[in-house]
Nanobody
Framework: QVQLVESGGGLVQAGGSQRLSCVGIGNIFGIRAFRWYRQAPGKQRELVASITSGGSSNYTDSVKGRFTISRDNAKKTVYLQMHSLNPDDTAIYYC???????????????WGQGTQVTVSS
């Protein structure tokens, strides 16, 4: 059984910073990629940032220069450091790991439960 547990999030003023964390728990054999998505009210879920186990990262244009994704392969953890937050960043943030479990040895995506980030103006 694999579970992703997120932490961080909450209410922050515009211009502030927050750090999100997501740890994979359970029978994890390997991880290929770590991703953060977000979904704002009335909008589709969008990919915010991704990083491979090798360290190659990508960001959506709206967060470039403000957000940093990082990972710790050994701890099966991904982080999202967010700076210069603005109200448009308000959303539920979900982590997503492309991983292989150690029971069925199948690669698939797993999702965290989501954490609310609210940026006040």
């Amino acid at each position: 059984q694999v579970q992703l547990v997120e932490s961080g999030g909450g209410l922050v003023q515009a211009g502030g910073s927050q750090r999100l964390s997501c740890v994979g728990i359970g029978n994890i054999f390997g991880i290929r990629a770590f991703r953060w998505y977000r979904q704002a009210p009335g909008k589709q879920r969008e990919l915010v940032a991704s990083i491979t186990s090798g360290g190659s990262s990508n960001y959506t244009d709206s967060v470039k220069g403000r957000f940093t994704i990082s990972r710790d392969n050994a701890k099966k953890t991904v982080y999202l450091q967010m700076h210069s937050l603005n109200p448009d960043d308000t959303a539920i943030y979900y982590c997503n790991l492309d991983l292989r479990d150690s029971v069925a040895y199948l690669w698939r995506d797993y999702w965290g439960q989501g954490t609310q980030v609210t940026v006040s103006s």
